[in-house]
């Protein structure tokens, strides 16, 4: 994914004095909303890619599972991704700038590592959105679109994360990033010690307004009011095409990267926590072209 990369650009972001900084207040209005998340069926979505095994970009198996999210997806199709490679892409209908959610369904090519949190857990937590987002849409909201990244994770032997990862999502900007007026990226959501305090990367105003959603949505107790250092992650290319960027990651994982990424370490109680408070954020956004 991007061990090495992230690891100094956190270390270099907390010595500068990016941790810590303060968010704009949280919007007003956070009454408890109701949430249509389930995070027993985002579970079965998150099970059933584990049980694919290791699902490299471009493998057997990673091709397998884009087949089968591509299904799961409202108006779900491919798009193509330099190196043959493809993003799965779905969407609600509705009015520009659109809202983008996303995860990386690809896992890191270690041999015997599955992912349950370090990719399935974001593209679970994805679908499920997917799901819960479509009843009740008024024709005047804005567009949603759901977008699971393929090649999040560097290639081996990559010495360079920026330059050889986020693959899907570079491409995705690229080509997008003028229909755009939001982005969430959701990853490492699943690990049942969840805390998920704002990476510097990410935008303050949209992360208050994250902050906002979670307090309504009854899962403020996972959002600490805290700064970490800055990660480089598939919301990376869209903040610096000058995009509202977010990124949901709990980055002090104790299995990072190793084998030991699997079912017992992840929870249906995390997924909800991520799921719900998204939910409630991206409503609230898609609301807005109605007034």
Known sequence: MRQVSIALVALVAVAAGCGGAAAPPAEPGTAAATVRFDERRAFADLRAQVALGPRPAG???SRRLAERLRRQLPRGRFEPVPGGLRNVVGHL???RPAIL?????DTKDIPG???AN????GTATVVELSRALRPGRRACEREVRFVLFDGEESPPG???FLRDGIRGSRAYAARHADALGAVIVIDFVGDRDLSLPREAGSDPALWARLRAAARAAGQIRFFPPR???EIWDDHTPFARAGIPAIDLIDFDYPHFHRVSDTLDKVSPRSLRAAG???EVLVRRLAAETCR
Do not use: E, I, L, N
Not at 118 to 121: E, H, I
């Open 59 to 61: 493998s057997a198996a």
């Open 227 to 229: 700064t970490r250092g």
């Open 276 to 278: 719900a408070s998204v």
């Open 101 to 105: 959610v996303g995860a990386h369904y």
């Open 113 to 115: 590592f599955v992912g």
């Open 158 to 160: 990559s010495t360079d």
């Open 93 to 95: 209908p509705g009015r």
């Open 118 to 121: 370090d990719g399935a857990s």
